[in-house]
T-cell receptor, first 110, second 115 residues
Framework: AQSVTQPDIHITVSEGASLELRCNYS??????LFWYVQSPGQGLQLLLK??????LVQGIKGFEAEFKRSQSSFNLRKPSVHWSDAAEYFCAVYGQNFVFGPGTRLSVLP | EPEVTQTPSHQVTQMGQEVILRCVPISNHLYFYWYRQILGQKVEFLVS????????KSEIFDDQFSVERPDGSNFTLKIRSTKLEDSAMYFC?????????????FGDGTRLSIL
């Protein structure tokens, strides 16, 4: 069975600081991996996805993520956070079906 | 860019009543999904739909739930007799034809409140 964990429930960073959100998955083969963002009261927006090839993928809004097979991880990064990045971030895995992680809430201090 | 749209954005219903949540997927998409997110919890898969039939459903999707594509554009989720625990955000998603790893495009959700 596939599963996704996001170890950090809530992260607070200062505006301009770097960010890394952790995601670990469990799946027997190489899954397809996604990061979505959800602003308060809004729907889910796709940030980036990994299917195959280069393990460092670039997404929208200056985000990137790196797939590390040896660690079963797909961590999301951004070099400099903006106040508008405050939201809930979900990692998702598509293997047999679509499974979301529990989410990490990002707060940004001015 | 085409979007998935959902109506209403917020619905308040009394327990025991039927509710229908509506979704208009992206026009050339063929695969449709419903998810729900109980407040403060993760997004949970409910059901997937292709070629006018359910292709997969979760344990949550019991006999109280049904889905329908009544015409060429809408995709609906019906809850026959709502319970308090059905209160959640419900998200519709769609994806296009092609490899199954294409990402799903999500609507903004319908907030369902059961009183």
């Amino acid at each position: 069975a596939q599963s996704v964990t996001q170890p950090d429930i809530h992260i607070t960073v200062s505006e301009g600081a770097s960010l890394e959100l952790r995601c670990n998955y469990s799946y027997g083969a190489t899954p397809y991996l996604f990061w979505y963002v959800q602003s308060p009261g809004q729907g889910l927006q796709l940030l980036l996805k990994y299917f195959s090839g280069d393990t460092l993928v670039q997404g929208i809004k200056g985000f990137e993520a790196e797939f590390k097979r040896s660690q079963s991880s797909f961590n999301l990064r951004k070099p400099s956070v903006h106040w508008s990045d405050a939201a809930e971030y979900f990692c998702a895995v598509y293997g047999q079906n679509f499974v979301f992680g529990p989410g990490t809430r990002l707060s940004v201090l001015p | 860019e085409p979007e998935v749209t959902q109506t209403p954005s917020h619905q308040v219903t009394q327990m025991g009543q039927e509710v229908i949540l509506r979704c208009v997927p992206i026009s050339n998409h063929l695969y449709f999904y419903w998810y729900r997110q109980i407040l403060g919890q993760k997004v949970e898969f409910l059901v997937s739909f292709y070629n006018n039939e359910i292709s997969e459903k979760s344990e949550i999707f019991d006999d109280q739930f049904s889905v329908e594509r009544p015409d060429g554009s809408n995709f609906t989720l019906k809850i026959r007799s709502t319970k308090l625990e059905d209160s959640a955000m419900y998200f519709c998603a769609s994806r296009g034809q092609g490899s199954s790893n294409q990402p799903q495009h999500f609507g903004d959700g319908t907030r369902l409140s059961i009183l």
